[in-house]
């Protein structure tokens, strides 16, 4: 079983940064391929950036360039750092890891870009 609690959600300016940290108790974390889900006001839940446990990364493309996704297994935390935010990013930040069949989301941190 695996707990995952995220943080580092918040409202921001257009243009600003964001770092957000998920945090996972439980064994094994280094195992786990670990993504990044958004769910914007309205919208379905799409997956921003994933890791592997073998550190390979992807992104969506509105995401590519501008965040950056990493994870430290000492720690077993997992983070997104965002950048030149935009409105578009506006949303409902999830965690989720998986592992073969396991497959475990976090509650979500808000993110929230306006001025």
């Known amino acids: 079983q695996v707990q995952l609690v995220e943080s580092g959600g918040g409202l921001v300016q257009p243009g600003g940064s964001l770092r957000l940290s998920c945090a996972a108790s439980?064994?094994?974390?280094?195992?786990?391929?670990m993504d990044w889900y958004r769910q914007a006001p309205g919208k379905q839940r799409e997956l921003v950036a994933g890791?592997?446990?073998?550190?390979?990364?992807n992104y969506v493309d509105s995401a590519k360039g501008r965040f950056a996704i990493s994870r430290d297994n000492a720690k077993n935390t997992v983070y997104l750092q965002m950048n030149s935010l935009n409105a578009e990013d506006t949303g409902v930040y999830y965690c989720?890891?998986?592992?073969?069949?396991?497959?475990?989301w976090g509650k979500g941190t808000p993110v929230t870009v306006s001025s």
């Open positions: 439980g064994s094994g974390f280094s195992l786990y391929a």
């Open positions: 890791i592997t446990s073998g550190g390979s990364t």
């Open positions: 989720y890891a998986r592992l073969g069949f396991a497959m475990y």
